[in-house]
Nanobody
Framework: QVHLMESGGGLVQPGGSLRLSCAAS????????LGWYRQAPGKERELVAA???????NYADSVKGRFTISRDNAKNTVYLQMNSLKPEDTAVYYC?????????????????WGQGTQVTVSS
């Protein structure tokens, strides 16, 4: 079993930055990929960024060049650095962990989910 806890969400003005953190605990040796998903009101949940245990990354087109995913294996923590935030980035952001290394963009391949953290971009 793996437990994920997100933090770092909040209210930020357009153009601002936030860093989300996801602390993982439990059977982490089985986890091969970590991802950040988001869900805006009235919309489906979508992948924002993901990273494998080998360090490969995948980003949604809408966040490329603005967001960066990284991981600290010693701390079992994955981060999402979000820069140049836009109002359309407003959503609940979820951390996810998967046993398989592939199919980073396929939501059903993630086995564990956090509770989510709200990010609001507004002036």
């Amino acid at each position: 079993q793996v437990h994920l806890m997100e933090s770092g969400g909040g209210l930020v003005q357009p153009g601002g930055s936030l860093r989300l953190s996801c602390a993982a605990s439990g059977s982490m040796l089985s986890i091969k990929k970590l991802g950040w998903y988001r869900q805006a009101p009235g919309k489906e949940r979508e992948l924002v960024a993901a990273i494998t245990s080998a360090g490969s990354t995948n980003y949604a087109d809408s966040v490329k060049g603005r967001f960066t995913i990284s991981r600290d294996n010693a701390k079992n923590t994955v981060y999402l650095q979000m820069n140049s935030l836009k109002p359309e980035d407003t959503a609940v952001y979820y951390c996810a962990a998967g046993i398989g290394m592939y199919n980073l963009q396929v939501e059903r391949t993630y086995n564990y989910w956090g509770q989510g953290t709200q990010v609001t971009v507004s002036s």
